[in-house]
């Protein structure tokens, strides 16, 4: 079973994968203010469904990551 910490590694590992394009942290900035234009960083996401219980999501010119059941917050099959 995935533990709050793990978790929290891995969405943190998520928005600093979902903002590798930009010159700075998403992560740095949350305090301050809100993402600008996320709907559009969203939108450069490819997300592949490997099978039933996991995906990959990879942003252009960058390695997939590959997420399971587990990653997601879901039991295993």
Do not use: W
């Not at 992560?27 to 469904?49: A, M």
């Amino acid at each position: 079973m995935t533990t709050t910490v793990e978790c929290q590694a891995l969405f943190h590992q998520f928005i600093d994968f979902i903002s590798q394009n930009k010159d700075f942290s998403v992560r740095e900035t949350e305090k301050v203010t809100p993402t600008l234009d996320i709907d559009r960083e969203v939108r450069k996401l490819e997300i592949s469904y490997e099978s039933d219980s996991s995906v990959s999501i990879k942003v252009s010119g960058k390695n997939k990551i590959p997420y399971d059941c587990r990653h997601l917050g879901f039991r295993g099959s």
